[in-house]
């Protein structure tokens, strides 16, 4: 930005008289850089004419003056600042240095650019004119108002020198708020080339004494005014500015405007407070050691202190002695004065027995540094680390502890990270059979279960979904044992570990623990075996107890069919079926679990022949006639077929002529069929189907077999009554041979 702004008047008639008057190339320019007015020294010295374009305009390198219009426009329109201005060849041979300055905009006015080119002679003269004494001419040959010129010209100079001279803001500008002249160090705080107050910033507004658009009253008398804002600059950065304004002597209202960066003072007091909170909070000693000067004394903390005896950081840093350090640490203590001497980076840790603290843990770390004059200084900082200690040491020596009953526990141990090891007992490794070098930190899941895989993979199953809340207990069957090692059961139990302050860790973390179940697993197997043992002894000796009342109760009937021949009949329908269901019972006795289907049979034939006197012939036919012995009565079922049986016998028996029954046992692949056959005729019209239910005959049969796994048939053929009952499963079950 220039030090000298144009003072351009508002009215667009005014602003075009005063362009054709100026003696210097004047060109009005519209939004598409287009001539839109030009005076006479514009169209002479740069040949343009009104209308036309600027593509002729060459600079002084070469390159299009319009190139350069371009990019100022846009650096105008960002915000930022303009690119540095180019000079132009004239018509001639000369050249003239161009400025570009923007118009407000105008209803019905297109013009929005004044670019003004100064030819380099008249630079040259002006310049000179600052430093070229001038004789003094005569009086009477000179006008009057010329002998008042020169004084105002050294005062226009000497401002031009204050405000390049001067590494602080400084700015020039009148009551009407137009910006007249400022420097370089103005310049960089301005967004783009504002020409007034009004298009500053609000923050750099109040900053010079403008507040909606019109002087502080405070700043019309010719006493200096101070303020001071924050303001963020065009390159981003926040700045901490004092403004100094005051109005300057003379009948014209004109204010200069010194600025100071109060930005490093504004940090290092900001470093201050918060040092001091963090010294008052921490506990923290901190000096500063220079070797020309000792120990510089710190910066007092405005904050009050907590307490009345609090004591300097500075005193308690340098009362630490050699003779309050205990033996085991003096050798660091030594190092870290010969860091102090020589001024090295160091951090040591050290004991001290205080006299009236005790014995306490001090960390201590020195850092070399140089001032902004080349001074070399040491920091040093010292902390209280005993409580850090005092947990350390308890942290050891619970990890001893720990350790110690990790490794006297007959138990296995390990502790888990995600899917590795990271540490175990030696139970854990001599449990899973592994060698010492399988068992160290990182090993994973699958070599340290890889002398056990089924359950390496149970685990590794059962991780990803273990709830901090539950315990997940795995049993492993035994496999075959290696040579020399006794079959064994193992059993291991997985609990998520969650951390101190209840939720899980990022990486699931979980312990194991594997015991071996041998022992207790034969010892709840030999109780089982004793157990059912006793069981089978007991249900035998009730079975056994049921058989002999039943056969009591048999010969009672018996005895009563005696006396009272009347009703022998029905009294032997009933011997008979108690003998049936005695002869069930026995069977059960002398053996556990389903009986053997030809066995029933035997009993049940056996019984009939004893009650009736009538010989009973029993076969065995079918294709699997040879496994006949395998086919099996669960005991549920055993006592109704064996009923059933006995009945059908019983009737082959009574409406026989008196020849022999032929009862066959036909065994195929997957059922059995028992046929009864006898001499004897169905009534006429007989139908199984219509026979109802009772207490006795066929009615007591249809009622005891079981439907779904027994069917009965009665059929004539020839001279013989074939009784047929078709046994299939699940009533019937096929058992391994004897």
Known sequence: MPSQLPLLPQDPAALRGLIDMAAEPMLLLDSNLQVRAANPAAQQQLALQIGGELHGLLTATGTKLLDWLRLAVQAHADGRRLPAAPSVQMQGGGCAHVSLAALEPQDGEPARWLLQAQPEAARTARRGRKTATKPT?????EPA?????????????????????????????????????????????????????????????????????????????????????????????TRWLQAQVQRQ???????????????????????????????????????TFQQDAGWLRPRTSTKPSASAGSSDPLAGLQGVGRDIVEPESLPEFERLQQALKTGER??????????????????????????????????????????????????????????????SSGLGMAYLRGERLVRCNPGFAQMLSLQPRAATAGTPLAELFATLP??????????????????????????????????????????????????????PETIAVISDVTTHRAAEAARLEAAIAQRELLVREVHHRIKN?????????????????????????????????????GLQVGSTGPLRLRRVMDAITGSVQRIFGRVIHLAVAGPQAEQAHQW????????????????????????????????????????????????????LGFDLGAVRGGVSGLGLVRALLPRRSATLSLVQQGG????RVELRPPGLSFLLPL
């Open 346 to 407: 160091i951090e040591v840790e050290y004991a001290v027995q205080h006299p009236e603290l005790g014995r306490r843990w001090l960390l201590t770390r020195v850092e070399p540094g140089a001032l902004g004059s080349g001074q070399r200084t040491l920091s040093v900082v010292t902390l209280d680390v005993t409580a850090r200690h005092l947990a350390q040491d308890r942290n050891e020596q619970l990890l001893r502890e720990l350790t110690t009953i990790m490794d």
């Open 137 to 141: 001419p005569p009086a009477a040959a």
């Open 145 to 237: 108002p010329a002998a008042g010129r020169a004084p105002a010209e050294r005062a226009f100079d000497e401002i031009n020198q204050w405000l390049a001279l001067s590494p602080q803001p400084m700015l020039l500008f009148d009551a009407g708020g137009l910006l007249l002249r400022c420097n370089a160090p103005f310049a960089a705080l301005l967004p783009g080339s504002p020409s007034s107050l009004q298009e500053l910033p609000a923050a750099l507004q109040a900053l010079l004494g403008w507040q909606r658009g019109r002087m502080l009253p405070a700043l019309q008398g010719m006493q200096a005014m101070q303020t001071q804002a924050s303001l963020v600059d065009p390159t981003g950065r």
């Open 632 to 683: 099996s009565l669960p005991e549920a079922e055993s006592i109704p077929i064996a009923l059933s049986l006995n009945e059908l016998l019983t009737n082959a028996v009574k409406h026989g002529p008196g020849d022999d029954v032929h009862c066959t046992l036909v065994c195929e692949a997957d059922q059995v069929l028992v046929e009864i056959r006898n001499t004897g005729e169905l009534p």
């Open 720 to 723: 013989e009554v074939v009784c």
């Open 549 to 585: 009342n039943l056969q009591g109760v048999a010969g009672l009937l018996q005895q009563i069919a005696a006396r009272r021949p009347e009703v022998a009949g029905v009294i032997n329908e009933a011997v008979g079926q108690v003998q049936a269901i005695a002869q069930v019972y």
């Open 454 to 507: 089924a359950l390496g993979r149970e685990v590794m199953a059962a991780l990803p979904s273990l709830d901090a809340r539950e315990v997940v207990e795995l049993e492993l069957p035994p496999e075959l044992p290696l040579a020399g090692e006794m079959q064994r059961w193992l059993s291991l139990s997985l609990r998520r570990v969650r951390s101190a302050l209840g939720h899980e860790t990022s990486e």
């Open 249 to 287: 002597a003379g009948t014209s209202q004109r204010y200069m405007a010194v600025l100071l960066d109060r930005t490093a003072e504004q940090d290092r007091d900001l470093a201050h407070q918060q040092l001091d909170a963090l010294m008052d909070t921490a506990g923290v000693g901190l000096a």
